[in-house]
């Protein structure tokens, strides 16, 4: 059963639930927000996969993640749609001590209330954009 388009989520509150979640080291929470087929491509830090596939690979990251101890955490100044149920999320990246690394953006792809596929950059979205991957 489908939801009704007055009870859908508005989809930049799907990639922000996303995201507190990541930040809460909320694995549950996270899987909420993604497809059980999600298409995961996260940031390349060191140990750290180029992609994960399905529920199973967002666990096998986030597992990654903590063996790792990559204490990363996303500080999001806006979301936005681009497009047909696509959401940038953009804003920097911090450390364990809130220093900051630098500048983080991601383009979602929703169907519905969910997320089917991720790809995070340690960019701004202006490089985004003259990449041509925003429309």
């Known amino acids: 059963m489908s939801l009704s388009l007055s009870?859908?989520?508005l989809p930049e509150s799907v990639v922000?639930?996303?995201?507190?979640?990541?930040?809460a080291r909320d694995l549950d929470g996270m899987l909420g927000c993604v497809a059980a087929n999600v298409d995961f491509h996260p940031l390349r830090l060191s140990g750290i996969a180029a992609s994960y596939r399905g529920h199973d690979g967002v666990q096998e990251w986030f597992a990654r993640l903590r063996q790792l101890r990559h204490e990363v955490r996303i500080v999001l100044h806006e979301t936005r749609e681009v497009g047909q149920d696509r959401v940038l999320a953009?804003?920097?990246l911090s450390l364990a001590g809130d220093s900051n690394v630098g500048s983080f953006c991601a383009l979602h792809q929703l169907d519905g209330d969910l997320i089917v596929a991720v790809h995070q950059y340690l960019t701004d979205p202006e490089m985004i954009e003259s990449l041509g991957l925003i429309p």
């Open 16 to 23: 922000s639930r996303w995201v507190d979640a990541f930040n």
């Open 7 to 9: 009870a859908r989520q």
């Open 90 to 92: 953009a804003g920097s």
